[in-house]
């Protein structure tokens, strides 16, 4: 009975524990700023998927020429993605379609994007959405940039 009581306190201790890291590396990842939800679906097929499939919760953030993208479930503390300002050439933008309505927060728009030949997919509010092209157009001088 004493083994079992420790090992179910063992047990919660853990996942207060885990839940606890989760919320620290969320504030060491938005403590610099420049931070929004976003979800992420990497190398999409030419066709357009609706299926709902592939998409990655997650947290991006802004450092100089890059966005880094973070995964919420997950405790690394370093970016899963990097995308760099000179290389994203934005494709086109939809809304949700299908289960996608479902995979994916709501209110959401998705921008197809091309990331050094790789097709992507970026999922995230009107206002990040704002702000996310607004820094690709606020590019140094001379970089170029393509924001459909």
């Keep these: 009975m004493v083994l ?7 047990v919660v201790a ?4 885990g839940l606890f890291v989760f919320g620290l590396r969320r504030r060491l990842i938005q403590r610099s700023g420049g931070t929004f939800d976003c979800s992420l679906r990497w190398d999409v097929p030419e066709k357009t998927d609706t299926s709902g499939k592939g ?3 997650g947290v991006a953030r802004y450092n100089g020429d890059r966005v880094e993208w ?6 690394a503390y370093r970016p899963r993605r990097v ?7 934005v494709a086109g933008r939809r809304l949700p379609d299908g289960e996608e309505e479902l995979a994916l927060l709501s209110d959401h728009i998705v921008l197809t994007c091309l990331h050094r030949g790789t097709r992507l997919e970026l999922a995230m509010s009107e206002d990040a959405l704002t702000g ?6 606020a590019a140094p001088p001379g970089q170029r940039v393509n924001v459909a």
Excluded: P
């Design 83 to 89: 995308l760099e300002r000179a290389s994203i050439e």
């Design 14 to 17: 853990l996942v207060v524990l």
């Design 55 to 57: 998409w990655s919760y």
């Design 70 to 75: 973070y995964r919420v479930f997950s405790y």
């Design 4 to 10: 079992a009581l420790t090992v179910c306190g063992l």
């Design 132 to 137: 996310f092209l607004a820094w690709l157009e």
